[in-house]
């Protein structure tokens, strides 16, 4: 995701499979702020970190990508750890009560504006009301400014998003607004009949010390979220 050397992201993941005893290799995803689902199986368990290759890790060295075009992934196997990268966009982790279901999202705001946390929801066989939901870093009300066209259509699309917009400034003629995509998220699943939420509190953009942010600094890292079933 960041033109990073081969055999530096290989090591990464080497090192982070081992300081977390995952029980395998991560399900990694081609993310393209799309709002496609993914359900893992144990393709994880049979794929060695250490044997990815130039065309297998997204993006580095500039190699084609040949893995799973999506923005989430949802599992019910033990052992198939899911996975999303992000640096300012926002991870939302899915579980069910009973502990036999879980997801996770990568949700930017194009993500969000076609509906890939519902999309997720509905993959989902559990019941909406059994549901919990935390949402992990993302870039906070106060530094993710955005454009008028960004406003409208998530206006368009469900009026109460306006509780995501404050107007700040304009330039060349067009508002802008600080957007919060913690509320922008709530709000979809308020919609689904979601309340079991938490997290939210989190800015990447301003917490230099413990986060990646793509709009601080353009060439940088990404935070893994992973999620997995015991």
Not at 25 to 30: I, S
Not at 88 to 94: G, M, N, T
Not at 186 to 193: H, P
Request: charged content about 25%; glycine content about 6%; proline content about 3%.
């Amino acid at each position: 995701h960041v033109g990073d050397d081969v055999e530096a992201v290989k090591k990464n993941r080497k090192k982070l499979r081992e300081d977390l005893n995952l029980p395998a290799e991560p399900v990694w995803l081609d993310q393209c702020h799309t709002n496609k689902v993914y359900r893992a199986g144990n393709e994880s368990a049979e794929k060695d970190g250490d044997d990815l290759d130039n065309e297998t890790i997204s993006n580095a060295g500039d190699k084609k990508s040949l893995l799973l075009k999506a923005d989430a992934s949802i599992t019910d196997k033990p052992g198939v750890v899911c996975a999303v990268l992000t640096a300012d966009c926002l991870p939302v982790f899915i579980c069910n009560k009973s502990a036999t279901e879980v997801a996770v999202v990568h949700a930017g705001w194009r993500g969000l504006h076609q509906g890939i946390i519902t999309n997720t929801i509905q993959a989902m066989q559990s019941p909406h009301k059994e549901l919990l939901v935390h949402l992990g870093p993302a870039i906070g009300p106060q530094a993710f400014e955005v454009g008028e066209d960004v406003y409208t259509a998530f206006v368009e699309k469900q009026p109460v998003n306006k509780s995501a917009f404050v107007a700040t400034r304009t330039m060349a003629g067009r508002q802008h607004f600080l957007c919060d995509i913690y509320q922008l998220a709530r709000n979809e699943l308020q919609v689904l009949g979601i309340n079991n939420v938490t997290g939210g509190e989190c800015c990447t953009y301003t917490d230099t010390l413990q986060y990646y942010s793509y709009r601080r600094l353009s060439n940088t890292g990404r935070m893994a979220s992973l999620i997995w079933l015991q």
